[in-house]
């Protein structure tokens, strides 16, 4: 079993970066894959990136391709996600997720830990 702690959110400017960071308790924190996730007010929780357990694969939504970058350190039990040039529509609950897998994880519903999430708000 694992818990799953987020960090880093905050209010930010359009354009402006934010990193995210995942402490992750527990053993052997690179048998997870790890994901990202985020929910906006009203909508539904929808993926935003993933690694695999040992960062050599990573997926992102097409929304967030070539402006966020996730990563992991599995010597610290971490996994973060940059996020660059931050737009209005990025504003959500960040959440990060974690599975026990080989592979890189991208539906929400295959992930078994959820951390409690991070709020980022990115005014225009």
């Known amino acids: 079993q694992v818990q799953l702690v987020e960090s880093g959110g905050g209010l930010v400017q359009a354009g402006d970066s934010l990193r995210l960071s995942c402490a992750a308790s527990?053993?052997?924190?690179?048998?997870?894959?790890m994901g990202w996730f985020r929910q906006a007010p009203g909508k539904e929780r929808e993926f935003v990136a993933a690694i695999s357990r040992r960062g050599a694969i990573t997926r992102y939504a097409d929304s967030v391709k070539g402006r966020f970058t996730i990563s992991r350190d599995n010597a610290k039990n971490t996994v973060a996600l940059q996020m660059n040039s931050l737009k209005p529509e990025d504003t959500a609950v960040y959440y990060c997720?974690?599975?026990?897998?080989?592979?890189?994880?991208?539906?929400?519903?295959?992930?078994?830990?959820w951390g409690q999430g991070t709020q980022v708000t990115v005014s225009s």
């Open positions: 527990g053993r052997a924190f690179s048998s997870y894959a």
């Open positions: 997720a974690a599975k026990t897998s080989s592979w890189v994880v991208v539906l929400l519903t295959e992930y078994d830990y």
